[in-house]
Structure formats: structure tokens, C-alpha cells
């Protein structure tokens, strides 16, 4: 009862977090907004950390929380951002979507893992639906913020791989000073680079959305994820992928106002039917654990 809870949880937090990072979007640009999301979701980690009973499990080695600082919190989220000032936040959802693809090419390459006809075909489905949402004259000029998606689904797969290999660490001790490192670097470069409006960054929703973003979206839901797996196989965290997307397109179109054409739709149905035609045997697909 205590996993379904916490992998339901996730998967709404996760699901109504693309919105939220289009709201931050308004006052804070890309780099800052998410710099600042986590250094703030450290923060909370870290209070969290003390005022929870202790857990076992030690804290992942330095290099491992280099990587994800880089990898995870850094150029995941530095490209997701970018993606959201020119794409709708559901559409991003779905792009992202094709991580467990990701997750598996990255699999073959770096330990050998077989990957199956379904995946294969599954792959097929998601890029002619990457390539609905891609071609067509309403969405000139969305290419780069299409590439930036992908690329940080790639950026994550390889991530979630490195944190399934040391899912027997403390994410309490672990993903603080991960978040810290990449949030304050993204901070720095956003600050330097980006010179954002502050007065319009304190204005209430934007910092209801970055507070939401790291708490919730940050905090509690990359806690959750850790936590699950390491109870539960990586392809039965990784149907998330096919959850969150619908959830995102739903919450865009309802809250955020955001439209869908045909093509879009069409396109995200055929990235969510790959995905899940993927996922059917990513059961006999087991990463390598320390």
C-alpha cells in the first residue's frame, strides 16, 4: 500500500511539475529558474533529512554525486527549461516521454544489454510521433526546443542508470548536495548570463511555482523515485513514462490553456504506444546493480 501511494504521488507531482516550470518561465529565465529551484529543494532535502528518522544506507560516492549534479539536476533540467520557452509544457512531457528508450539503447551500449523486437518496434512508433510533432508549419522554429527535449531525455536515462546502480544509498544523503552543486552553478551561469528581473522573480506566482517545483516536484517526488527503486524493478518505475505525459497534456490544456492540434495529438499517442509496447518486456531488461 505504501509503494502504490508513493508511486502514485510521483506521477502526479511529476505530472502537473511541466506547467509549473512554464509558470516559473514568466519571471525567471531558464538557467536562474531552475538554478534556483534547487538550490532551494537541497535546502528542504537537507531539513528533511533532519527531522526524519535515519535510514540505512550511505551516502553515494563523490563522483557519483558530481554526475548527477551534472547529469540529473544540471543539463537535464538547464535543457528541459530551454524546451518550455518555445513548446507547450505537455508537448515537452510527451518528448521527454521517450526516455525509457533511452534507458535502453543506453543499456545495449554500455553492458551489453540485448534490447527486443518490441523495444525496436516501439521505437519506431515514438519517433514517427517525435516526427508528427515536429513537421509542420505551426511549429516553425520548434526544432531546437524539439532537439533540447530529447537531449535531456537522454541526459536523464543515463542518469536514472548511475542512481539505479547506487539505489542502496540514503537519496537523503545523496541527491542535497547533488541538487546544491548543479543549482548553484545553474544559479551563477543564470545570473551572469541571463541578468533576470528580480523584482519580477518575487512576485507571488513565480515564487509559488518555484517553491512547488522544489518541494514538491524536486524534494518530495525525487525522493519518492529513489525510494521506489529500491523496492521496485526499474521497468516498473520507468511505466511512469507512460503516465506523466497524459497527466502533463491534461493539466497544460485545462489550467494552462494550451491548445493541441490533430497533429500533436496524434504525434503524442504515438510516442505514448511506443512507449508502452517498450515497456511490455522491459521486465527481462535488468540493469546492473554494485
Not at 506547467?19 to 537537507?46: D, N, Y
Not at 539505479?164 to 544509498?169: D, E, L, S, V
Not at 527503486?229 to 511505466?239: D, I, K, N, P, S
Request: with cysteine.
Amino acid at each position: 500500500m505504501r509503494t502504490t501511494a508513493a508511486y502514485a504521488a510521483m506521477c502526479a507531482i511529476w505530472g502537473t511539475t511541466w506547467l509549473a516550470i512554464k509558470i516559473s518561465l514568466a519571471a525567471l529565465p531558464p538557467l536562474t529558474g531552475a538554478g534556483v529551484r534547487f538550490v532551494v529543494a537541497a535546502l528542504f532535502l537537507w531539513l528533511l533529512a533532519r527531522l526524519v528518522p535515519a535510514e540505512r544506507g550511505t551516502k553515494a560516492p563523490w563522483a557519483t554525486i558530481l554526475l548527477l549534479a551534472a547529469t540529473l539536476f544540471g543539463g537535464n533540467y538547464a535543457l528541459t527549461y530551454y524546451a518550455e520557452t518555445g513548446l507547450a509544457s505537455g508537448l515537452v512531457a510527451v518528448l521527454f516521454g521517450t526516455l525509457p528508450f533511452w534507458v535502453f539503447a543506453l543499456g545495449a551500449l554500455l553492458f551489453g544489454e540485448r534490447v527486443g523486437a518490441n523495444a525496436i518496434v516501439g521505437a519506431a512508433l515514438a519517433l514517427a510521433g517525435v516526427a508528427a510533432i515536429s513537421i509542420g508549419p505551426d511549429v516553425h522554429g520548434a526544432l531546437p526546443y524539439i532537439l533540447a527535449t530529447l537531449a535531456a531525455a537522454a541526459i536523464s536515462a543515463y542518469a536514472n542508470i548511475e542512481l539505479k546502480r547506487h539505489a542502496g544509498t540514503n537519496p537523503l544523503r545523496t541527491l542535497p548536495p547533488a541538487m546544491l552543486i548543479a543549482g548553484a552553478a545553474m544559479t551563477l551561469a543564470g545570473i551572469a548570463f541571463e541578468h533576470p528581473d528580480w523584482q519580477r522573480a518575487l512576485a507571488p506566482p513565480s515564487i509559488g511555482a518555484v517553491l512547488y517545483l522544489a518541494v514538491l516536484g524536486s524534494g518530495i517526488a525525487f525522493y519518492l523515485n529513489h525510494w521506489l527503486l529500491q523496492r521496485l524493478q526499474t521497468w516498473v518505475v520507468g511505466l511512469s513514462a507512460l503516465v506523466i505525459p497524459v497527466l502533463a497534456v491534461a493539466v497544460g490544456a485545462l489550467l494552462g490553456g494550451e491548445h493541441f492540434g490533430a497533429r500533436e495529438l496524434a504525434g503524442s499517442a504515438l510516442v505514448i504506444a511506443g512507449i508502452w509496447l517498450a515497456l511490455r518486456t522491459a521486465q527481462r531488461q535488468v540493469l546492473p546493480e554494485n
